[in-house]
């Protein structure tokens, strides 16, 4: 895949978005199923860009799935938890961080990892089961780090929608890989990461058009991701570079292991975020979309250093 994304479409269609939300409001709010669709899409080509026929390549690359394992257990939570505390007054703001911190990030991430000089087939193979462990440790780890602000109650409302918008495109693009297997024609999706991307950017800006008229005065709250985000961008460095030590792999392992540790699952989680009950927890999809920009902006500073970070052999 090619390794140059348009990831600032991100935070152009969150603020295009919010703009039109603020000077041209919907005239009704949208049915949470039309929003759904709109994630889905998102998902279906994210799955698409992932390995789902190939997890055997994480045999192959035991010290980087190590490596990952061990950034996602324990690095991230306990820096979750600490960023997600500054914002304790305020609910959403720290269930919302502690979502989309705790999700690890997939396809995304892979063409900046080639951009940066990175072995990006060192982590392919180990993406479908970080989608996978999104599913299924998020959100009992957001309960427990958010001491109990999220609650089991909170959860039934996200099952369907997680089958709907999530598992069943992702078995579709399963199914596709599948047959392509068979065919031993896999095409080479080379726009695919372009697509991911503005699809995203376009279920940013339905989504924040829709939902900005009923939350414009608190907004304003969403400041504090600023500060917060780009701690998490520069404090996960030397943790993922410490964690790639440890593991001994060579330069453009770690170069891979550094830019996929920064990676968050937004993408995944927002129509999650958007099947809770938005008079309690209406602010939290803005907080995902808000660190989703502010990240992206943070691994292009990051496809530039890296090479400097970790200087070396070429790849």
Do not use: C
Not at 5 to 34: R, S, Y
Not at 152 to 162: E, K, R, V
């Amino acid at each position: 895949m090619n390794s140059s994304v348009p990831l600032l479409w991100l935070p152009a269609g969150l603020g295009a978005g919010v703009l039109m939300g603020w000077v041209a409001p919907l005239p009704f709010a949208l049915p949470l199923w039309v929003l759904l669709i709109v994630h889905a899409v998102v998902i279906f080509h994210l799955a698409l860009a992932l390995p789902l026929m190939s997890l055997g390549r994480v045999t192959g690359q035991a010290r980087v799935w190590r490596a990952l394992v061990a950034i996602n257990v324990l690095a991230v939570p306990l820096l979750a938890f600490i960023l997600s505390r500054v914002v304790w007054h305020t609910a959403e703001l720290q269930v919302g961080l502690l979502l989309v911190l705790l999700a690890p990030g997939v396809a995304l991430i892979l063409p900046i990892i080639r951009g940066a000089g990175g072995d990006a087939e060192s982590v392919l193979g180990v993406t479908p089961l970080l989608l996978a462990g999104q599913l299924i440790v998020v959100p009992p780890l957001t309960i427990l780090l958010s001491g109990g602000v999220f609650q089991w109650s909170d959860i039934p409302p996200t099952l369907l929608p997680i089958v709907g918008v999530i598992v069943t495109p992702v078995i579709i693009s399963a199914v596709i890989q599948w047959r392509w297997k068979r065919r031993d024609a896999t095409p080479e999706l080379v726009l695919l990461p372009r697509l991911i991307v503005w699809w995203a950017a376009f279920a940013f800006f339905v989504t924040a058009w829709d939902k900005t008229p009923g939350l414009a005065e608190r907004l304003s709250e969403l400041s504090w991701l600023v500060p917060l985000s780009i701690a998490f961008l520069v404090l996960m460095a030397p943790l993922s570079l410490l964690a790639a030590g440890l593991v001994g792999v060579t330069v453009d392992k770690r170069r891979a292991i550094l830019i996929a540790a920064v990676g968050r699952g937004g993408l995944v989680i927002l129509p999650i975020t958007l099947a809770l009950d938005q008079d309690i927890w209406g602010l939290v999809p803005f907080v995902v979309m808000g660190q989703a920009s502010i990240e992206a902006m943070g691994l292009l500073v990051y496809r530039s250093i890296t090479r400097e970070i970790l200087a070396g052999e070429n790849t």
